[in-house]
């Protein structure tokens, strides 16, 4: 048992849309990652999401509106329900989420990480 200093941690990557995984608890894993610029639209049929704004804002683009998510706010989007993060600079977020959420749901490409750092 260890306590974890987020901003160490997110001083250690830099990309963009990778998420990291830094801790694990009942199955769930939390996550770090950093977004800038639009995700891509998708969802997550078994999973809900909760993003924790560490750092910064985004908007939470949801089909029938936007939601900003600023520093210290978090938002749950839950299972089945499509959306795109999206941030104009650089955000750093912490996701709670079942270990096996594919990070881009049930969209596939460039953008999947099927395999996630620990760190």
Request: glycine share 6%.
């Given at each position: 048992m260890e306590k974890v200093n987020l901003s160490d941690k997110f001083a250690l990557f830099k990309d963009?849309?990778?998420?990291?995984?830094v801790g694990e608890l009942n199955g769930q894993q939390?996550?770090?990652?950093?977004?800038?610029?639009?995700?891509v639209w998708h969802h997550h049929e078994?999973?809900?999401?909760?993003?924790?704004?560490?750092?910064g804002q985004f908007i939470m683009e949801?089909?029938?509106?936007?939601?900003?998510?600023?520093?210290?706010?978090f938002f749950?989007?839950?299972r089945g329900v499509t959306h795109r993060p999206n941030a104009r600079e650089e955000v750093w977020v912490m996701l709670f989420?079942?270990?096996a959420t594919l990070n881009t749901g049930n969209e596939i490409n460039d953008l999947t990480k099927t395999a996630l750092d620990n760190i």
């Amino acid at each position: 048992m260890e306590k974890v200093n987020l901003s160490d941690k997110f001083a250690l990557f830099k990309d963009h849309w990778s998420p990291k995984i830094v801790g694990e608890l009942n199955g769930q894993q939390v996550k770090l990652v950093k977004f800038k610029g639009p995700f891509v639209w998708h969802h997550h049929e078994h999973e809900d999401e909760l993003f924790l704004v560490v750092k910064g804002q985004f908007i939470m683009e949801l089909k029938d509106k936007h939601v900003q998510i600023n520093e210290g706010e978090f938002f749950i989007v839950p299972r089945g329900v499509t959306h795109r993060p999206n941030a104009r600079e650089e955000v750093w977020v912490m996701l709670f989420e079942p270990a096996a959420t594919l990070n881009t749901g049930n969209e596939i490409n460039d953008l999947t990480k099927t395999a996630l750092d620990n760190i």
